[in-house]
């Protein structure tokens, strides 16, 4: 059971943040508002839909979502449906396991705050991974999914992620010991490129 200790994430991660993110993990969180009818599934995604980087960085790897961004009005009523997660295996850098944990946490822009719903999950090589909830999780405000990597010795499976830097506020964090997060950058030494120059997002898409 993680132990948060609320001031030290606060300072570190007041301290982190004036660090621009390099790019963005391809972890996506998809949110519905409750009506009736039931409209279309609303994505949150963060990355520009081009693998560029693998990366084994930290033992927690997160993206922190603010519905803001995705809706016009104030997020009510929405809640969300799924998690979905790529992974990019090179034999170079072979995995020593498939297995982790993806893990929904409250919290706002500094940190993940407290547990909701966790799950046991198996990456696949260039496939999306999904996590559907199995509890309803409202959305009005900003929240964070971690990665828990530590079944591995060395941060496998390795996720893919972009290249583009972010504009604002970094989004995709990595961290050791859960105290300390620092945004995702190409220069971290666990981070790999990857030659795809005609790989896209939509491309991806129509091969499942």
Not at 46 to 64: F, I, M
Not at 170 to 182: A, M, N, P, Y
Not at 187 to 208: N, V
Request: glycine letters at 4%; a negative charge; one cysteine or more.
């Amino acid at each position: 059971m993680k132990t948060v200790v609320r001031y030290a994430l606060v300072v570190a991660c007041f301290f982190n943040l004036s660090f621009a993110s390099d790019g963005d993990f391809f972890l996506r969180a998809e949110m519905r508002k409750s009506a009736v009818p039931p409209p279309a599934p609303l994505p949150m995604v963060y990355d520009d839909g081009t693998p560029a980087w693998l990366t084994w960085s930290g033992n927690y790897r997160a993206v922190w979502f603010d519905p803001c961004d995705f809706v016009m009005e104030p997020p009510i009523n929405y809640y969300l449906t799924s998690i979905e997660m790529w992974f990019f295996h090179d034999s170079n850098y072979p995995w020593d396991t498939s297995s982790f944990s993806c893990e929904i946490w409250t919290g706002d822009i500094l940190c993940p705050v407290s547990l909701f719903e966790s799950q046991y999950c198996t990456a696949q090589h260039y496939s999306p991974v999904s996590y559907q909830t199995e509890n309803l999780f409202y959305v009005d405000y900003c929240f964070w999914t971690v990665l828990d990597f530590t079944q591995s010795v060395g941060g496998w499976p390795s996720l893919i992620c972009d290249a583009t830097p972010s504009s604002s506020l970094s989004h995709s964090f990595v961290s050791d010991d859960f105290i300390i997060w620092e945004p995702w950058t190409v220069e971290q030494s666990s981070s790999y490129s990857l030659d795809f120059p005609t790989l896209s997002w939509g491309t991806l898409k129509t091969l499942f």
